[in-house]
C-alpha cells in the first residue's frame, strides 16, 4: 500500500515539475504516463529507494519554487529551510543518494544567489559571497535534521549514516559498463544522453538569447539536467533495470524539452 502510494506521489512530482517546465499540460503528461509505467513495470530495489527519490522530487519542487520567488525579489534564506529538510532525510533514508545530491544543491543554491534580484546589483565578489553563504546554510539544514533524528531516533546513529555514505564507493571499482547492443545497454545510456542533448541545446538557447541565464526556466532545465546526471550514479550500483529506474524517471523531463520545445515557450 504504501509502495503504491509513494509512487503515485511521485508521479504527480513528476507532473508538476513538468508543466513547470513545459507550460504545456498536454506534453507536460508525457514524462507523467512514462513514470507510471516504468513504476509499474520495473520496481524499485527497496521502499528506501522510493522514499529516497521521493525526497529528492519533493526538493526539486522546492528549489523550484524558490527560483520562480527570486525572479521577483531577493531570494529569501527561509524558503531554502524545506530544500534542506527533504534533504536532511535523505541522509537518513538513502545515505549513497545524498552523496549524489548535496553539491548538486549546493552549487544550485550557490549560483542562484548570485543570479537573484539582488545579486544582480552586487559586485561579482559580492555576490559569490552570497552564493556560498546560501549553499553554507543548505548544508548546515540538511546536517542539523541528521543530527537532530541520530540523537533522537535510537536505531540511527551518526556511524550508520557514514558508513552508508562510504559503502558505495567500494562498489564503483568493480563496475563494468554493459554493452549497448542490446535492449538494456541502449536503455542504460538514454538517460546520460538525453541530459547531454538537453545541455547542449540550453547552452545554444542561451547563446542564441531565446533563454537568459539569470531566469527561472534556465536553472530549473539546467537542475533537471544536474538531477538526471547525478542519479546516474545509482545505476552503477547494479546491472538491472531496478538501478536504472532513478535516472530513467528524472530523464523523462528531459525528452519534450529535445523534441517539442520550439522558440515560443522559452
Known amino acids: 500500500m504504501l509502495e503504491s502510494i509513494l509512487s503515485i506521489l511521485i508521479s504527480l ?20 504516463l ?10 524499485y530495489e527497496n521502499i528506501s529507494v522510493q522514499i529516497g ?7 526539486a519542487i522546492y528549489i523550484f519554487i524558490y527560483y520562480y520567488k527570486m525572479s521577483a525579489k531577493n531570494s529569501s534564506y527561509k524558503g531554502i ?8 532525510f535523505l541522509g537518513i533514508m538513502r545515505q549513497d543518494m545524498i552523496t549524489y545530491m548535496w553539491g548538486l544543491f549546493f552549487w544550485a543554491m550557490f549560483w542562484a544567489g548570485m543570479a537573484d534580484v539582488e545579486g544582480l546589483r552586487l559586485s561579482l565578489f559580492e555576490r559569490t559571497i552570497k552564493g ?4 553554507i546554510f543548505l548544508t548546515l539544514i540538511i546536517i542539523l535534521i541528521i543530527l537532530l533524528i541520530c540523537l533522537f531516533y535510537p536505531l540511527i546513529s551518526i556511524e550508520y549514516v557514514l558508513d552508508g555514505i562510504i559503502a558505495p564507493f567500494s562498489k564503483y571499482g568493480k563496475i563494468i559498463l554493459p554493452s549497448p547492443k542490446n535492449i538494456y545497454g541502449l536503455l542504460f545510456y538514454l538517460p546520460v544522453s538525453l541530459a547531454i542533448t538537453s545541455l547542449i541545446i ?8 531565446f533563454i537568459r541565464a539569470n531566469t527561472p526556466l534556465f ?8 538531477l538526471t546526471l547525478n542519479i546516474f ?14 535516472s530513467i524517471l528524472f530523464s523523462s523531463l528531459l525528452i519534450f524539452n529535445i523534441i517539442f520545445r520550439d522558440k515560443k515557450n522559452i
Not at 527519490?53 to 526538493?59: Q, R, T, W
Open 13 to 32: 512530482a513528476i507532473l508538476y515539475l513538468s508543466i513547470q517546465l513545459s507550460r504545456k499540460q498536454g506534453i507536460a503528461l508525457i514524462p507523467f
Open 34 to 43: 512514462i513514470s507510471i509505467l516504468a513504476q509499474f513495470f520495473i520496481g
Open 53 to 59: 527519490i521521493f525526497l529528492i522530487f519533493l526538493s
Open 81 to 88: 529551510i524545506p530544500i534542506g529538510i527533504c534533504l536532511g
Open 132 to 135: 556560498f553563504k546560501q549553499g
Open 202 to 209: 540550453l547552452i545554444y538557447k542561451n547563446r542564441k538569447r
Open 219 to 226: 536553472w530549473k532545465e539546467m537542475l533537471i539536467i544536474n
Open 233 to 246: 550514479n545509482y545505476s552503477l550500483l547494479g546491472d538491472s533495470l531496478i538501478y536504472l529506474l532513478p
